[in-house]
Each structure stands twice: as C-alpha cells, then as structure tokens.
C-alpha cells in the first residue's frame, strides 16, 4: 500500500466515544429517539448508553467486554485509549484537525461516564435493569425484531484486515464472512432500521469505500432492506467518501 501509513491497532480496542459524538455520527440525539427501542453494538465504554437512558429512551449496550468485573473493564478502557493514542501518534493518515490533547480528554471522559453508569445498572449493580448486555457478534442473544433502531460504530469495516482498508493485522482480523454474519445477526435483530459507521477503508490517503461495503450492502438486500450511504457530521477523517451505511426494513 503506498501513502500515508494508517494507524494500526494491536486489537479490537474498548474504546468509546461520548454522546456528543454519537449525536455527530448519526445526527440523532436522544430526544430523536424517544419512544423507540435503541441498540449500540458494540457499545464498548461510550456514553451514548447513559445519556440515551438520562433521557428516558429505552437503550440498550452490549460488548463481549461487560461480561467481566467492574474493575478489569476499567483497566482494558485505560489500556486502550492509551494504546490507541499510540497508534494514532505512529500514523501520518491522521487529519492535520486531530487534537491528542482533545481527544484524550473526550474518550477519558466517555469512560468515566460509561463505568458510572455500569456501576450502579449493569448486571451486578444495584439498579440493573436490562441495559447493558454482555454479548458479541455474531450472535446476539435478542429476538427477532427486538429493537426499532440498531446501531453499529467502529466495528465493521474498521476490523478488517489493514490490507482490506481495516486497521489491525490480517490474524486478529474480521474477514468477510465475519462480516456478512454479523451484518445479519444486527439486522435480524433490528424492526426497522440498521445504521452502519464509518465504511470506508481506513488507507485514508485514498478516500475509497471500503471493499466489503458492497457485499455487505449485498446481505441487506437479500434480508429485505433498503441501503443507502450518506455522509455524517462526525468529520473523523476521509474527505470525499460518504460514511454511514443506513439499511431501512422494507
Ligand atoms: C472501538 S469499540 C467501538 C465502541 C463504540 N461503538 C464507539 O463507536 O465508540 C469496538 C468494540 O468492539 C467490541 N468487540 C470485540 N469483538 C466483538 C464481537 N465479536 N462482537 C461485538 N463486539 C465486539 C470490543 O469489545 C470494543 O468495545
């Protein structure tokens, strides 16, 4: 691959965004929201979770990660919002807008945010109440048509292999059956509609989709979706590309 050198991360990071970010990536914010039933998959430690529920919204967070103790967690979300600022030092495909001093500030906050609110209503806390569910893809453990609006940030097309525009090494790398699985599994889940962030590759000196996006847009269809693909207000990096897969139940 020629141009500038991706970030490569050394796993599939527990890193979370805040709400506020969320609200840029899919232009919702809760009040949007209320009276549906919202899924984040994987919700990793972001706030989105914690402010949807703030705000009344029946949301729902899962993550292989909640399964463990309250206080492993915050060690791996320690761990990998420094192992990925690394990452992101080491590349030269950064946008020359990236601020590491911002972006630290933001993910520790999300963290802290998330492990507050796991605290008191994850599973062991003392008011858990369904919120955050221990659980990976591609396999869910929800019903068919269990929420209105599922929702998916840095997971797919983000954990390809970095010679298909992901960002880890090809042996802890989702390969493209991975990929058409769990696009079904979030799709069986969702009523009526599947939202998909960021799908291009992540060799950002070449704005390109990325090349699973079209198979995956693919599986939708033959489940009996609509896809399309626009362009969010979160600006994290490639120009010229829309970003977000959107799949609307027909
Ligand atoms: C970078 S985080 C994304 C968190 C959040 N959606 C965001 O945009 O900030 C990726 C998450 O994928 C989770 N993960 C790893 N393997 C998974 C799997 N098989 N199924 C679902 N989630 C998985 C990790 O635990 C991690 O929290």
Redesign the pocket.
Known sequence: MSGPRPAILPR??????SLA??QRIWGLSPGDLIGQRVL???????GFVAGCRASGVEAVG????LALELEEIRRLGERDRLDTAAALAASDAVLASHDPEAWNLEKTRSLRTFLEDFAVHGPHGPDADGRYVA????NLPFADQAFDLVL????LF?YAPAEAGGMVEAALAFDLQFHLA?AGELARVSAKELRLYPIYAADSGHPRLHPFLEPVRGRLVELGFATEVVRSGYDQGVEGVPDTLVARRR
Not at 62 to 65: A, E, G, R
Not at 135 to 138: F, N, V
Not at 152 to 155: K, L, V
């Open positions: 599939v990071v527990f890193l979370g965004r970010e969320y984040d998959c994987p919700c990793g430690p972001a899962c993550d292989p990660v659980a990976s893809l591609p998916s940030a840095h997971f983000t769990a």
